[in-house]
């Protein structure tokens, strides 16, 4: 069974940094993308960051030369680094992995996993 489990998070002042990580069980490791959304209080999810199975990267805009994407296939583990945050960073981030079969991944039909969400929290 596929799970994902995220850590890293915490309280920062705004300008600091932090790095979150997502360790994946039970799944070939981003064999059909992985990434992060995140969640401010009171909004919806919002996405934030893709790494492709093929290694392409992509950022929202609010994030873009800020955060940094990357991942370790070795120790299975995703990773979001966060530079220059802002009190507007403060959300729940979740990472996901789409675990869709090859066949599907190559149809275009996802099978979406969720990590449990992990806060951080910028101050001003």
């Known amino acids: 069974q596929v799970h994902l489990v995220e850590s890293g998070g915490g309280s920062v002042q705004a300008g600091g940094s932090l790095k979150l990580s997502c360790r994946s069980f039970g799944y070939a490791f981003n064999s059909c993308g992985m990434g992060w959304f995140r969640q401010p209080p009171g909004k919806a999810r919002e996405w934030v960051s893709t790494?492709?199975?093929?290694?392409?990267?992509v950022y929202g805009d609010s994030v873009k030369g800020r955060f940094t994407i990357s991942e370790d296939k070795a120790k299975n583990t995703l990773y979001l680094e966060m530079n220059n945050l802002k009190t507007e960073d403060t959300a729940v981030y979740y990472c996901y992995a789409d675990a869709a079969s090859p066949k599907d991944c190559a149809d275009g039909s996802p099978d979406f996993v969720w990590g449990q969400g992990i806060q951080v929290t910028v101050s001003s």
């Open positions: 790494l492709t199975e093929y290694g392409a990267i």
